[in-house]
Each structure stands twice: as C-alpha cells, then as structure tokens.
C-alpha cells in the first residue's frame, strides 16, 4: 500500500466516525423531540375533551334558561357561550371532532 492509499483510508475512517456520531446525536434528540411532542399531545386531547364538557354542560344550562340577558351574570353567560363556540369552530375545523364523539379525535 502507498502513503496515498493510507491517508486516503484513515481520512475514510474518520469521516465515517464523524458520521456516525452525529447520526446518533441526531437519533438521541429526535427521540427526545418525539417524547415531547407525545406528551403535548395528550395535553392537548385532554384540552379538547374539556373544551366538549364544557361545551355540554352550557347547552344543558342554557336550556334552563337559568340566566337572563339583562344583569351581569347573564352578560358573562352571553360572553361565556360566545367564547365556546369559538372553541367548538377550532376543533371541528383543525381536528374534525364532533362534540359527542370523544373517540374521533385525530391527529392533523
């Protein structure tokens, strides 16, 4: 073997080292990075699952009819149902759910 076919060899070698250390390194925070989006995940599931009880449970008040429009309270209450029908729009247009159906969330 000549110098050339050496240096050309361990430079070949290092090279691949170098390769594979960063590959890792990359493989470690990709494995990191998944883990966490895994747990905003169900951060967030559980946010759109709220979002739906609540959403329940201000039809089911509002159907009393328990809160006039004309005090404060019934103002909040106006406000309040104005701000979950916002919510209800972002669910069903970025996550397609319906309010009664838990098991259809899905990811986007």
């Known amino acids: 073997m000549s110098t050339l076919s050496i240096i050309l060899l361990i430079s070949l070698i290092i090279v691949i080292l170098i390769?594979?250390?960063?590959?890792?390194?990359?493989?470690?925070?990709?494995?990191?990075?998944?883990?966490?989006?895994?747990?905003?995940?169900?951060?967030?599931?559980?946010?759109?699952?709220?979002?739906?009880?609540?959403?329940?449970?201000l039809k089911a008040i509002d159907k009393?009819?328990?809160?006039?429009?004309?005090?404060?309270?019934?103002?909040?209450?106006?406000?309040?149902?104005?701000?979950?029908v916002i919510l209800n729009e972002f669910i069903d247009n970025v996550y397609k759910v319906k309010p009664d159906k838990k098991e259809s969330i899905k990811n986007p």
């Open 19 to 57: 390769s594979i250390f960063f590959i890792r390194n990359l493989l470690f925070k990709y494995e990191g990075l998944e883990t966490l989006k895994d747990s905003y995940e169900m951060v967030f599931i559980d946010f759109i699952r709220r979002i739906q009880d609540s959403d329940r449970k």
């Open 64 to 84: 009393k009819g328990a809160f006039e429009a004309d005090d404060e309270v019934g103002f909040f209450f106006i406000e309040l149902k104005k701000i979950q």
